[in-house]
């Protein structure tokens, strides 16, 4: 799916709620650029993506619009950039990446960014989106009205950015079948481990279980509290700050007898030398060239990804299937998890209040959300990566049979970083990797379906907070984060979790645990409109 989905979406906060730590600025310091066809921008792109200037939908989109564009591409270190940029009040025309300016930052920033409610009659595309599909609008809609950054929708993610995947070949060379509870997970993973798995006569070299590299501000996707969707808890944005929904209540998992519970299962994995010994050291590369194996040797038996070519590459994804949620115990009904931020993202382009060319800045962003162009942001252009006959689009696959579909689009474009609107009525053949994953999806189906989003679903960097409580939150999520993710390596490495519990529990409550979930049920209850 995304490569960076690590390093971008696992470390997003409840509303992108890390705040500046610098001063304001004077937004009338200095217009954003001259006059005539000239505009600056700022793009957020992944480490693999090639120059702008090698983009041939957007050379092209240049030249048809005959604007000249002074490019900064960022692949690394946004955050440490951004923040006295915007202290300093000197930004570029055009800012664009995913939710590239929080919030909190539009408010600690007034009247850096132009309000598009200005010019909406200059964004006939962007009107067209917000009348397809609201949700893009109130996504957009500052609490105040304002809207001071545009979303992305591209449609065709699934609700889910995880799906849980067990080597088969592994399970028929031990002669066990799929596990359906822990007790069986924990049985297979010790068959994995003692009986040479993979069959190449090294008993060693198997990993029974892997997950993706788990961070200090919370968790993200691929990682191991997907187990919690075993317990009846539907996790969101892989877990994020640790707050869950169930009936409509806003809670904590981090105080939750059920993390508790799922920890322990963990430890009890460690302990037996099931899990991978670099699990909480390895970097996303790492952990992406584990699952790849070595030649047509498997790895990793049991680890979670977005689809299979994507987690073990192109030589071994077929050795793998997709499981579906395992049950705590026995009689036990799982869930899975559920996120909205696959297809949505607030605050992808944003606008300087101080351009000297507004009309040419809202025509090349009206432009990105045209749907062809929206298209070829998300794939890659037309001609090496996008066929198109007629209204009729197919997705290509890679140009080098050895690189994956992702990778390959990671590498084109874009891809999920950029502001887009694919409208629901364009004609596309997707590439293999995505009908792959919606096979692979099927298995998530029964439990998936089930989910009423009101009730069970937190949807991470969608909810609006005043200011006062996104401050609030968070200040109360250094010390909550720190004490939560510190002793989350610590028991399932060293256990202790017993006799730690309660103690653990106080200072989590102490440190305004209970505060932020009252604000975070505001921000619920606003953005599915319950109050």
């Known amino acids: 799916m995304k490569k960076n989905v690590i390093g971008m979406l696992a470390v997003v906060s409840m509303s992108a709620l890390t ?41 092209k989109l240049e030249k048809d619009l005959d604007v000249k564009i002074k490019w900064e591409e960022v692949s690394a270190d946004w955050d440490q950039k951004k923040s006295p940029m915007l202290a300093s009040g000197d ?107 993979n069959g190449n006569g090294d008993a060693n070299d198997e990993i029974p279980m892997d997950w993706s590299p788990v961070g200090t501000g919370g968790f993200g996707y691929f990682q191991p509290m997907q187990l919690l969707a075993s317990t009846g808890i539907v996790p969101s944005g892989g877990g994020n700050q640790g707050y869950f929904a169930e009936d409509g209540v806003v809670k904590s ?139 009729k689009y197919t997705i290509l696959p890679p140009a080098d049979e050895n690189v994956d579909p992702g990778t390959w689009k990671w590498t084109s474009t874009w891809a999920d970083n950029s502001p887009k609107y694919i409208a629901d009525s364009l004609d596309v053949t997707l590439g293999k990797d995505m009908q792959d994953v919606q096979e692979q999806d099927k298995a998530l189906h029964p439990y998936v379906d089930d989910i009423v989003p009101e009730k069970s679903v937190i949807p991470v960097g969608m909810m609006k907070f005043e200011d006062a409580d996104a401050t609030t939150l968070s200040n109360n999520n250094t010390t909550i984060l720190n004490e939560a993710m510190t002793k989350f390596a610590k028991w399932i490495t060293e256990g202790g979790i017993e006799e730690d519990w309660d103690a653990y529990v106080k200072t989590l409550n102490s440190a305004g645990l209970e505060e932020n979930c009252k604000i975070v049920q505001k921000g619920f209850n606003q953005f599915y409109g319950l109050d």
């Open 253 to 391: 998992f981090f105080t939750d007898e059920r993390y508790k519970e799922t920890i322990e299962f963990l430890n009890k994995c460690w302990k037996a030398g099931l899990i991978n010994s670099k699990a909480f050291s390895q970097d996303y590369s790492a952990y992406q060239s584990t699952g790849r194996g070595d030649g047509d040797d498997a790895k990793v038996g049991f680890t979670w990804g977005w689809e299979a070519s994507d987690r073990f590459g192109t030589k071994i994804a077929d050795q793998y299937t997709s499981l579906a949620p395992l049950a705590q115990k026995a009689g036990m009904t799982p869930t899975w998890s559920y996120e909205w931020d696959l297809n949505y993202a607030p605050n992808c382009v944003v606008m300087s209040a101080n351009t000297k060319n507004k009309d040419k800045a809202l025509e090349f962003i009206n432009a990105l959300y045209d749907p062809e162009i929206g298209l070829q942001e998300l794939f890659g252009s037309i001609g090496p990566n996008i066929e198109k006959d007629g209204d």
């Open 91 to 197: 930004v570029p025309d055009l800012i664009i990446g995913h939710n590239i300016v929080a919030d909190t930052e539009f408010a600690k920033f007034p009247g850096l960014f132009a309000d598009f409610n200005d010019y909406m009659d200059k964004l006939p595309n962007v009107q067209k989106m917000f009348e397809e599909k609201p949700q893009t609008e109130a996504i957009s809609t500052q609490l105040d009205g304002k809207i001071l950054g545009l979303p992305k929708y591209q449609r065709f993610w699934p609700i889910s950015a995880s799906r849980q995947y067990i080597n088969q070949e592994w399970l028929d060379n031990v002669g066990m079948e799929a596990p359906t509870t822990w007790d069986e997970l924990y049985a297979v993973l010790l068959a994995f481990k003692e009986q040479d798995a």
């Open 19 to 59: 705040l500046s730590a610098c001063g304001g600025g004077d937004s009338e310091k200095k217009a954003s650029s001259g006059s005539g066809n000239e505009l600056t921008a700022v793009v957020v792109k992944h480490s693999l993506t090639k120059k702008n200037k090698d983009m041939e939908w957007l050379t």
